[in-house]
């Protein structure tokens, strides 16, 4: 809800207020974004000037304000405040300042429309505009949903004169408090690490610049009061509906504020804006709670949910699905995709999914990219067939794409070999690739018409969007790209909204709030090593909810780090995602086959919770431990990672359940391989047996050993703060109860109210 008086805005979600007024002079003051307050608490809120500092330049000599020092909504350049300015523009080359005061405002149902994705379905939305003495016009637009705030802003250039927008941020910021900002950067294979440093004079950014949001550098970010922890204390959490550069910052000022904003990346950016013309910018997201961590990434996981994420695909289960990318890549004909689509199906998946590969000269990644035609050799009876064919086995059928994307070595390409993206350089090629010019109306008409026309030639129900390497547009052509992108993928999918679409980009390259309006779920990476996704795992789970988190079962050793890691484990992790299989399943022994079926039946059990259950990070001494569900139902993943010596005891901690009802805590029946026990199978075995022989072998990949099985009740409140878990192996025998885990063990419990059972969302 959004109110005016006085002077005072205060915009009210769930839990929480935003509030702001107006100074004497008509600049927008920060008062306040925390927990629920009135109005009426402004003056109190509000920071008293006293007599100013220094050699400070007074803005208003009668109100003694300076625009150094108060927490403002927004701010100028050249007018005295000397923080980060959220604006740059030039004229003539020259950098010029500007000076926003307020002259209207206007209230709202809904979001006001966008020309670039935004957070839709609900809220109420201000509009403040503001004006500079010579013209230019600066709409701040806040939407207020149930669990955050969005902020973007407009800027109409009334003036008489071109100018060139060098820097617009989304929204800037003064918050108050001794912080820690949270950022999440990487590369390609090792998507979202993160860095935390002490919000302090020097400015602290996080920025990508490589035409994309990028792996290098997640535009979603943390801002943590110091002390804060996963359950307590004050976190905000920021992201930008945006697949661009991206820029964000955060720098503390001597009085103890923090100036934070957020928006396109100002690195190379210049957009004219002629006498008439206007500017908008992506819209940016702010999240608050006192709730630590796990209460910050609830609200924004829902906001995600209900507010990011296309309508027919909310809070609807996803598919458990077979891709044939790592256990064919380019080498597949319809005889080996028929056969693997049998296989995946007896294993209970239920979405087949074609990688790259099924087009034009498409064998290898040096040639086919731009070109649509079925490949007839590899699929003789075309996509239909193939489509057909799975489906009749019960498959849905998913084709994956990269359209955005053309190899020299293409019939597109020898076509209109001016329709790549170049600039007066030599050609660069990333992947073998060049980008397809998005700025171009006949690049994006192509890509439509030959998209749409393969969609509704099969009956494809799911589509991997690719992109496989980055961009070399500078500035105002960067964000024309991503303009037209938005195009297409509008003009594609919105017309075909039961299309299940999943973005990639190399992995997570593009793992952000704009292409999660178009697309329900992003693959989160190409490492699909399980000790690898635990943490791009968990720290997107600080942003972004599971069921945007496309997630792999593969083969070990893994591809990308070598790692063998058992099965189950594999399982575990992947469950708290969107679950998939990646791997040649012609190569998997019996014991696997049996592992797999009993994976796959217990994510379809519980797959509302693990996809839509309310997720919380439990700090745990030994591992490493993920929750989803509410107060009837948990499912709790715990991960090892090296082995120790002798372990000691270990409790799993349930937080948030009642605390006067009684549970049932059972752990998931997981196989373990024989072998990890070498020579040590001949002190059970009657006969002595050579661990490395082909007896030990056989019989290693058809009889699988069950780990300890945990099965006990406990009150919510003995599971609130800790039961014990049954023994791990400790070197000093064999009892059906232990669990026996190497390196990399993990299990999933299951903790459910007794006779309630609920289903939860
Ligand atoms: C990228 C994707 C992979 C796969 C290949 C196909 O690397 O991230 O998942 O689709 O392209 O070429």
Redesign the pocket.
Same mark, same amino acid.
């Given at each position: 809800m959004i109110a005016y008086s006085d002077g005072v805005f205060s915009l009210s979600g769930k839990g929480f207020s935003y509030l702001f007024r107006l100074t004497g002079s008509g600049q927008p003051e920060h008062l306040h974004f925390g927990p629920v307050v009135s109005a009426r608490d402004a003056q109190a809120l509000a920071c008293k000037p006293g007599t100013g500092w220094g050699e400070s330049i007074l803005y208003d000599q009668d109100s003694k304000l300076c625009l150094n020092f108060p927490p403002l909504e927004w701010s100028g350049s050249g007018r005295g405040d000397y923080r980060e300015s959220p604006i740059w523009l030039e004229r003539n080359g020259e950098a010029i300042p500007t000076d926003f005061r307020y002259v209207s405002h206007e209230i709202v149902d809904g979001p006001i429309p966008s020309s670039l994705p935004q957070a839709r379905y609900g809220g109420e939305s201000l509009k403040l505009t503001l004006e500079d003495p010579r013209g230019l016009r600066l709409h701040l637009i806040y939407t207020v949903f149930d669990d955050a705030i969005t902020r973007r802003t407009v800027l109409e250039n009334n003036t008489k004169d071109a100018i060139t927008l060098r820097k617009l941020m989304s929204f800037c910021l003064d918050l108050p408090g001794k912080l820690e900002m949270t950022s999440f950067g990487g590369g390609w294979a090792a998507e979202m690490r993160s860095a935390t440093a002490s919000v302090s004079w020097n400015r602290i950014v996080s920025e990508s610049t490589t035409g994309f949001s990028s792996a290098r550098a997640q535009a979603g970010f943390l801002l943590c009061e110091e002390g804060a922890g996963e359950d307590s204390g004050v976190v905000y959490g920021i992201n930008l509906i945006y697949t661009g550069n991206h820029y964000a910052s955060a720098q503390r000022s001597l009085q103890g504020l923090n100036r934070v904003m957020q928006g396109i990346s100002p690195d190379s950016f210049g957009w004219p804006l002629a006498p008439g013309e206007g500017f908008e910018t992506p819209e940016a997201v702010l999240c608050w709670s006192d709730q630590g961590k796990n209460g910050m990434s609830q609200r924004m996981h829902r906001f995600v949910n209900r507010h990011i994420i296309p309508k027919a695909w909310q809070y609807r289960e996803r598919p458990v699905l077979y891709n044939s =990318?790592e256990g064919c890549v380019f080498d597949f004909n319809q005889a080996r995709l028929l056969s693997l689509g049998k296989q995946a199906k007896d294993l209970g998946c239920e979405l087949f999914v074609l990688? #790259?590969g099924w087009f034009g000269a498409r064998n290898s #990644?040096t040639a086919g990219l731009g070109d649509y035609t079925v490949n007839r050799k590899k699929l003789p009876e075309g996509l239909d067939g193939l489509g057909r064919a799975l489906n009749k086995m019960g498959l849905q059928f998913g084709l =994956?794409f990269?359209p955005e994307a053309v190899n020299p070595d293409s019939d597109l390409y020898r076509l209109h070999p001016d329709w790549a993206l170049t600039d007066e350089l030599p050609q660069l090629y990333g992947r073998n690739e060049l980008l397809l010019d998005l700025t171009r109306q006949e690049v994006r008409d192509y890509i439509v018409e030959n998209v749409s026309r393969v969609l509704d030639s099969a009956p494809i129900s799911y589509v991997?969007w #690719?992109m496989?390497r980055s961009s070399i547009a500078l500035g105002a052509r960067a964000h024309r790209y991503i303009l037209g992108l938005y195009e297409v993928l509008d003009r594609i999918f919105t017309p075909r909204p039961e299309i299940l679409l999943e973005s990639? +980009? +190399?992995?997570g390259n593009r793992f952000d709030l704009g292409m999660l309006c178009f697309s329900p779920q992003v693959?989160a990476s #190409?490492n699909t090593d399980p000790i690898a996704r635990l943490e791009i795992q968990q720290n997107l789970s600080c942003l972004y909810p599971q069921s945007t988190i496309g997630a792999h079962v593969s083969a070990a050793p893994h591809g990308q780090t070598l790692r063998n890691t058992p099965l189950y484990t594999r399982g575990n992790v992947a469950f708290f995602g969107c679950l998939g299989y990646e791997l040649d399943l012609k190569e998997l022994a019996a014991v696997e086959r049996q592992e797999i079926r009993g994976q796959v039946e217990f994510y379809k059990k519980y797959r509302r919770i693990f996809q839509f259950g309310s997720f919380r990070r439990i700090s745990t001494e030994e591992g490493i431990c993920w929750q989803v569900g509410d107060v009837h139902t948990r499912l709790a993943g715990l991960y090892h990672l090296l082995q120790p010596t002798a372990p000691g005891y270990e409790r799993l901690r349930v937080p948030g359940l009642k605390p006067g009802k009684t549970y049932t805590l059972e752990s998931r029946r997981q196989l373990l391989r024989m072998r990890q026990f070498g020579g040590m199978v001949n002190h059970v075995l009657p006969v002595k047996l050579n661990p490395e022989g082909a007896v030990i072998r056989q019989a290693d990949r058809r009889y699988a050993m069950k780990d300890g099985r945990e099965h006990f009740t406990a009150t919510g409140a003995a599971l609130g703060q800790g039961v014990m878990l049954s023994a791990r192996f400790t070197g000093t025998g064999y009892d059906p109860d232990l669990r026996l885990h190497t390196d990399f063990g993990s299990n999933v419990y299951v903790i459910e109210e007794e006779a309630s059972h609920e289903k939860s969302e």
């Open positions: =990318w990688d #790259d #990644d =994956w990269e991997k #690719d496989n990639c +980009s +190399s992995g693959w #190409d």
